[in-house]
């Protein structure tokens, strides 16, 4: 007979650990799902460990960062609710702005947006007969950011450390989270966008990070920019593209740039593919160095976007939801001030439109 879950409306950290342990009793199920079945956030679920295989952590994040090379080699994952971006290497090339953080290793490279970071925690979780060490960071309303798996040959020593230095004064068990904010603002209405303004402001970009500028002006979302601006610059493509482009990439060796993110996040995989498998609704690369996991049920639209630089046009693969929230970006490997590969520009022509 299934044990019955304890109900956790009191929501103390004790009833929810409560629920969380008869859930798993169960069925295995990651951190994440037990939340969501809970009805909780995963930083509150994992709260509820504090004082005993979680410590958590306060001072500033920013500086925290920065040490992480001391770690030796680990696996960096971030995720959102569609896809799960996992890297193994070296934390390197760290620096740091105001709210902008980057880390520009060999194999690790991100993005950090650290006004989104909140709460962040040292995890020690018993694997059977090992340990798996993990710092993990999370959102205001509880969803994770960015988490650092310790792997073979990491230095346990400096994340003992590191945890002592950040630990917060008190260390008890749970967490309070704010909700969910309202979602995004609707679109303009269509007959509302100078679209002919649109198209010319377009043409005349010289970097893509003039993209954003673009759509800030004309008050635009980046899938209604898309459906504006007509074929010339934006294809709408069908909904299984990733598998084709992922399979398309390994088959060719052809070299691409993953990027996969959230509010707080952007972690990047430049580089080829090697191994491309579906396993259910999960298109998954499983390579040695990068994992990447995709729901392609999730995926409601997917666009192959043409934006003009001063090297020649810049063509990427952009795959959203269906709330219009970002799941994934593929782009060429380049660098500023090469052009892309025409290898990379005919893979990407070859995708099937809708």
């Known amino acids: ?109 991100l993005r950090l947006l650290y006004d989104k970071w909140a709460f962040g925690y040292a995890v020690e979780e018993r694997i059977g007969s090992d340990t798996r060490h993990s710092f993990q960071f999370f959102d205001a309303c509880g969803d994770a950011i960015h988490k650092i798996y310790l792997r073979e040959g990491a230095d346990t020593l400096a994340f003992e450390a590191l945890r002592d230095a950040w630990a917060a004064p008190i260390q008890i068990p749970g967490e309070t989270v704010l909700p969910h904010p309202a979602g995004s603002a609707p679109e303009r209405p269509d007959e509302a966008v100078d679209v002919e303004a649109l198209r010319a402001g377009w043409r005349s970009m010289t970097d893509t990070r003039q993209f954003l500028d673009l759509l800030k002006k004309h008050k635009l979302s980046r899938t209604q920019a898309f459906r504006l601006i007509g074929n010339e610059f934006a294809v709408p493509l069908l909904t299984n593209t990733p598998a084709r482009l992922l399979q398309a990439a390994a088959a060719t060796g052809q070299e691409i740039m993953v990027f996969v993110g959230n509010r707080g996040c952007i972690q990047i995989h430049t580089g080829p593919l090697k191994t491309v498998q579906r396993i259910g609704n999960w298109i998954n690369v499983l390579d040695r160095d990068f994992s990447l996991h995709l729901r392609e049920d999730r995926v409601a639209q997917a666009w192959l976007v043409r934006k003009p630089t001063a090297d020649g046009i810049v063509t990427s693969i952009e795959l959203f939801d269906a709330t219009g929230e970002f799941i994934a970006y593929f782009f060429g490997k380049r660098k500023p001030g090469t052009p892309e590969t025409t290898g990379w520009r005919m893979l990407a022509e070859t995708l099937e439109p809708r």
Do not use: C, F
Request: glycine share 10%; net charge negative.
């Open 1 to 109: 007979m299934s044990a019955a879950i304890p109900a956790v409306s009191a929501n103390t950290p004790k009833a929810l650990r409560d629920a969380w342990h008869a859930l798993t009793a169960e069925k295995r199920l990651r951190i994440r799902d037990a939340a969501h079945t809970l009805g909780v956030s995963e930083a509150e679920l994992l709260a509820t460990g504090v004082g005993e295989h979680v410590t958590r952590l306060a001072g500033d994040m920013r500086d925290l960062m920065m040490r992480m090379g001391e770690l030796g080699p680990v696996m960096a994952l971030t995720r959102n609710e569609a896809a799960v971006h996992e890297k193994e290497g070296v934390y390197q090339n760290i620096t740091h702005g105001d709210q902008i953080g980057l880390v520009l290793g060999e194999t690790i490279d």
